[in-house]
């Protein structure tokens, strides 16, 4: 009987020897291999995470003692021991979260899986437990790469303040986040990988003074004497100390029985400790082992034997923004790119192999690149940073501060933008076109498709005195969506066929394809329709005023929180304008949306054409001064 099956708690570990162990980390491997093959996930960093997972649930008592991940992408072992082992579903609806998650277990705590921000959760869970007095334990695992984002810094130093209040910091060191960790910090951890410890060296010196006649024992005490400047010298771990946190390591991250004693002498100190563990990402799996880009980070559906994908989508969005960087950068030598940690995924790779001295990765520190981005810009070139939409919220204020207050042409190219779906509440982009409307000057671009991804980056970049944007969504990018005409900026995606037009319909970026739906259902109920993409959503189009009062409604589609979006934004600037026309905006409600594919999310919060069209339908059966048709509550798709 597999040791896995038999395990329905941390508890069930106690019982196990270490050859035991050994034996349930295989078996965990080959379950994550055989599982996430057929879902997509986190296989890398999960594979490297194994026997220092089972260590952790064998030392401490979950869900008493909390033990917090940053990210929650590696708690994929975490779930296995917790009672959550099937993974059949993982990441899609109705099954297992790709990240810790409240709802699923009592052993989960932070669900956003933004990274560095364990840190400051252990600190707080530590002095609650301190005023409690409840003498549970508090452990935080950080990868790290997390490391390298300033928040993590910042509670460093507030956690070292107090040095009776326990907390066990555990860096998972793999020398990765997506890809190899860079910058100062990775630099300092890779010295303490590769410097014999301090504690062996003083242990071997002990045993050989000790045999020296007479100055043996006084010279070997003045060396112990002067530890701190030995210890630097021998395993600079001073960085750590400096602080007053207590180091032990490198720890062999792959070695239970060290683990384990580790971890049992940093629990019982009584103040924070540093317990640093070298591990392996995606220990165990060949082909992941050979991915030197990320070591297989993140999956789609593989081949289990091979590694290599299941079925090719196609061209995604971000490979056609990576293309066209390429171009951009062979075109102008002002154009540099930036990145927090995440070169591949952005798509700036090819850009990076081509011009290695004009990519800047950054870490994991948003708010370090937008400023740097601004330094940049004043210095006479054009940056443009790349990063994640969910990731932007980080860095807010130095994009309105420090770029846009100071004029400064930087472009920033948010990917996966919207409803991304399966990676759940923390990943949707969801909220940088109602954040970033409030920026003074900032321009922002919601391409509708492959061809204005190019032609608006490229328009982004020309802009040197204010901050751009260019966002766009995750995954397949679909067919070209061409114009017929143009109105001031915007483009003409279909024109309504009459002078007296019923419906306005603003399409913002990809739903373009569904708004074309959206007016050719209205069509049906004999509801013309003029379907426009500004291109531009910030600021809004002068032209947008004067068409919206040839209509008698105007509705916005975005895959945006329909708070302070672009539906909102325009509405605004119609009263402006003294149209007084009707305006039904469409977008996202204001709440955390659970992991799905994005049509299941879209179709649970009724952002879809038939939905849309039904609404629309109704509206303006009551400007008609009736109510909504019969034939409008059984609209249905467009099948061409």
């Known amino acids: 009987m597999p040791l896995l099956t038999r395990i329905r708690g941390p508890r069930d570990l106690d ?28 296989l890398g960093p999960n594979l490297g995470v194994v026997e220092l997972t089972l260590a952790l649930h064998r030392v401490f008592e979950s869900p008493k003692d909390k033990v917090l991940w940053d990210t929650g992408h590696q708690s994929y072992v975490h779930k296995l021991l917790t009672g959550r082992q099937d993974f059949s579903k993982l990441k899609m609806k109705g099954g297992l979260s790709g ?24 600190d707080g869970l530590a002095k609650a437990n301190q005023l409690r007095k409840t003498g549970d334990h508090v452990v935080a695992v950080i990868g790290d790469g997390a490391l390298t984002g300033g928040m993590a810094w910042e509670a460093l130093n507030n956690i070292a303040d107090a040095r009776d209040r326990p907390l ?69 771990q001073g960085m750590f100390e400096d602080l007053g946190l207590k180091y032990v390591g490198p720890i062999d991250g792959h070695d239970i029985e060290a683990l384990e004693s580790a971890l049992t002498r940093a629990k019982g100190f009584g103040g924070p400790v540093i317990v640093h ?55 102008r030598e002002d154009v540099v790119a930036i990145t927090a940690a995440m070169l591949q995924p952005v798509g700036l790779d090819r850009f990076a192999k081509r011009f290695p001295d004009r990519v800047y990765d950054v870490g994991i520190a948003e708010q370090h690149g937008a400023v740097s981005a601004a330094g ?42 919207g409803i991304t779906g399966t990676d759940g509440a923390s990943h949707n982009g969801m909220w940088d076109m109602s954040i970033l409307q409030v920026v003074p000057g900032l321009r922002l671009a919601a391409p509708r498709d492959a061809d204005q991804v190019r032609a608006q980056l490229r328009e982004a970049v020309q802009v040197t005195d204010a901050p751009t944007v260019v966002r766009f969504s995750k995954g397949a990018v679909g067919p070209a969506v061409p114009a ?92 402006d304008a003294g149209v007084d026309v009707p305006l039904r905006d469409f977008g996202i409600p204001p709440r955390f949306l659970d992991h799905a594919s994005r049509a299941e999310v879209m ?38």
């Open 15 to 42: 019982r196990l020897t270490l050859e035991e162990l050994d034996r349930l980390a295989e078996e965990i491997r080959t379950f994550l291999v055989e599982a996430v093959s057929k879902t997509g996930g986190h």
């Open 99 to 122: 990240y810790p998650s409240q709802a699923e277990s009592e052993h989960d705590v932070i669900e956003n899986s933004h990274a560095s921000t364990v840190l400051g959760w252990a």
């Open 168 to 236: 066990v910091i555990v860096v998972n060191d793999n020398e990765r986040s997506y890809a190899p960790t860079i910058g100062g910090l990775a630099s300092h951890l890779a010295t303490l990988r590769t410097t014999d410890g301090y504690e062996r060296f003083l242990a071997r010196t002990k045993e050989l003074l000790e045999r020296t006649p007479v100055v043996g024992r006084p010279l070997y005490d003045t060396l112990h004497g002067a530890k701190k400047g030995l210890k630097d010298f021998i395993a600079p």
């Open 277 to 331: 563990c070298l591990t392996e990402k995606g220990r165990g799996y060949q082909p992941a082992l050979a991915d030197e880009a990320d070591r297989f980070h993140a999956v789609g559906k593989i081949h289990p034997d091979t590694g290599l994908p299941i079925a090719s989508s196609g061209a995604d969005w971000t490979s056609v923004f990576g293309e066209e960087m390429l171009r951009i950068g062979e075109e």
């Open 376 to 417: 940049l810009a004043h210095g006479g070139v054009h940056p443009v940073f790349a990063v994640y939409a969910t990731f932007l919220n980080r860095a807010f204020d130095q994009v309105l501060m420090d770029v846009a207050l100071h004029k400064c042409g930087v472009t920033f190219v948010l990917d996966r933008a």
């Open 484 to 575: 017929v005409g143009r109105v001031g900026g915007m483009d003409v995606l279909r024109e309504p066929g009459t002078d007296t037009p019923d419906v306005l319909l603003v399409s913002v970026g990809a739903l373009a394809p569904m708004c074309l739906e959206i007016a050719a259902l209205l069509d049906r109920q004999g509801i013309s329709t003029t379907v426009v993409d500004p291109r531009w959503v910030k600021p809004v189009d002068e032209a947008m005023a004067p068409l919206a009062e040839k209509h008698r409604v105007v509705v916005t589609v975005e895959d945006n929180s329909r708070v302070g979006g672009v539906g909102s934004t325009i509405a605004q600037a119609l009263r």
């Open 603 to 640: 179709a649970e919060i009724g952002l879809t054409a038939p939905d849309i069209a039904r609404q629309v339908t109704g509206l303006v059966s009551k400007l008609d001064g009736g109510y909504a048709r019969s034939a409008a509550d059984s609209v249905e798709p467009v099948r061409d």
